[in-house]
C-alpha cells in the first residue's frame, strides 16, 4: 500500500536520525495491507513554516493498493476537496 500525502505548502520530513529531508509538497509512504480489522500506527515528524500553518486544512492523501483478489484501489481522503482558511470567498 502506498499513501502519497499532499500539502499546500513545503514540509520537510525529519528522518529518525535528525537530518531533514528537502522540502516538499508530497510525502510518500509505503506499508504491506493488513488483513481487515487491523491498524497500524506509526509516526513520522514533518517540520512546516509556522506562517504556512493556516493552509494545513488543504492537505489530502491519495491511498493505493491491490486487495487479496488482485483489484486496484485508489482512495482520496478527505474524500471532498477542503479549501483553505486562507482562501478568497
Avoid: K
Wanted: aromatic share 12%; net charge neutral; with cysteine.
Amino acid at each position: 500500500m502506498s499513501i502519497h500525502w499532499t500539502f499546500p505548502c513545503p514540509v520537510r520530513r525529519v528522518r529518525y536520525t535528525g537530518t531533514l529531508d528537502p522540502p516538499t509538497t508530497m510525502v510518500t509512504f509505503n506499508t504491506p495491507v493488513l488483513a481487515g480489522g487491523q491498524e497500524r500506527h506509526w509516526t513520522r515528524e514533518l517540520q512546516i513554516d509556522f506562517a504556512a500553518a493556516a493552509d494545513l486544512p488543504g492537505t489530502y492523501a491519495h491511498i493505493h493498493f491491490w486487495d487479496i483478489d488482485n483489484v486496484e484501489h485508489n482512495n482520496r481522503w478527505p474524500r471532498r476537496h477542503q479549501v483553505s482558511v486562507n482562501a478568497a470567498h
